[in-house]
């Protein structure tokens, strides 16, 4: 993702800290910046005790006003934070934080999650997928990805067989917004798959190994016993299962019979208008025969 980083430098910016995070903020947002430093001990020992390991850095989190400056500084993407890694820096949208279901403290754990993966495999590591995913789990489930109206890219791709290779978005995510919300879909959906498969020490075993220098494919084999690509076959069968075309159709049943009615109203309305057009051309003829 392209992080422009110049508007934050024109932005009139104050600054707040504790020993533990450093937060730069617009002075309109001095109580959101309180209220990131009291949150953040819960984030961090939320995350430690997730992975078993320390965070040993202190992020600088940036809160930004408005919308307009943060897609600037984003680059226009779907999303209501970002981190940084290079910088061990955390950039959030407030203005999307009263939106369901993003909170201050779900978005600040989930970007920390970013970081912390970042210090503890070496970069390059970690699919792109895989480090979303983590993230996802570690923090309720929660992207930092606006939702739009793509609540059931995974279930229909699926069912039309149009799932993204995880060697796709093992580097980077697509542009396309359908696509970027269905990269996201499956990164949750494979890590959640592990870990219901496997159970969170799965996960956190591959982490390490990643981290002893492990290829992505040697650390599944190692930890779980399944190559990456067939984790992926089973993760797939395991969606094909659960999404059938009935199960897809019962999810929508309201809309359905929404649009059935519709249709039904529509047929009706055009009959009693045909009904009544021919009930004048009929009058009208009647009208027109010659008196005898």
Known sequence: MLILLNPLYALEMENGRSEEVIVRFEKPLTKVAQEVIRLYPVARAEIEKTFRAPIGFIPTVILIRDRDTFQRITGSRPVVAVAVSAEDLIIIDNSSMKSYPFTLKVTLKHELCHLFLNHYIKEGSLPRWLNEGISQWASDGIAELVTGRHDNVLKQATLSDRIIPLDDISKSFPEDERALHLAYEESKSVVEYISGEYGPDGILLVLDLLRDG?????????????????????????LRRKTTWFLYMSDHLYQILFVLAAILLTYAFIKVIVKKRAYKDEGDDEGDRPAE
């Open 214 to 238: 492990h290829s992505v494919d040697s650390a599944f084999l190692s930890g779980l016993g399944v190559s990456a690509s067939d984790l992926e076959e089973r993760w797939r069968e395991h």
